[in-house]
Nanobody, 124 residues
Framework: QVHLEESGGGSVQTGGSLKLSCIIS????????VGWFRQALGKEREGVAR????????SYVNPVRGRFTVSRDNSKNTVYLQMNSLKTEDTAMFYC?????????????????WGQGTQVTVSS
């Protein structure tokens, strides 16, 4: 069973930065491909970014491209989401999700394992 735990959320003002962490534990035959998702109040969950199991490829959705950076340190079993130039519309619960395999997409159905989420609030 794979367990994921997010941390690093908080409250910041517009233009600020936060760095989220996703710690992966439990038995995995290989490093999972990991995606970051967010869900704002009253809205559907949406994919934000993803990184392959070896960290050699990343993808982002248009609203965050150029502001968010996903990375990983497999020696620490941790995936990060650096968020810069935050906007009020980034306010949401952020989740990391894992899929055993080298590749993963930006849709929820791609993932098997989910963390509990960490809240990000951006105020003007």
């Amino acid at each position: 069973q794979v367990h994921l735990e997010e941390s690093g959320g908080g409250s910041v003002q517009t233009g600020g930065s936060l760095k989220l962490s996703c710690i992966i534990s439990g038995y995995t035959p290989s490093n999972p491909c990991v995606g970051w998702f967010r869900q704002a109040l009253g809205k559907e969950r949406e994919g934000v970014a993803r990184i392959t199991s070896r960290g050699d490829a990343t993808s982002y959705v248009n609203p965050v491209r150029g502001r968010f950076t996903v990375s990983r340190d497999n020696s620490k079993n941790t995936v990060y989401l650096q968020m810069n130039s935050l906007k009020t519309e980034d306010t949401a619960m952020f989740y990391c999700a894992g899929r055993i395999g080298m590749w993963c997409g930006l849709t929820s159905d791609d993932y098997t394992y989910w963390g509990q989420g960490t809240q990000v609030t951006v105020s003007s």
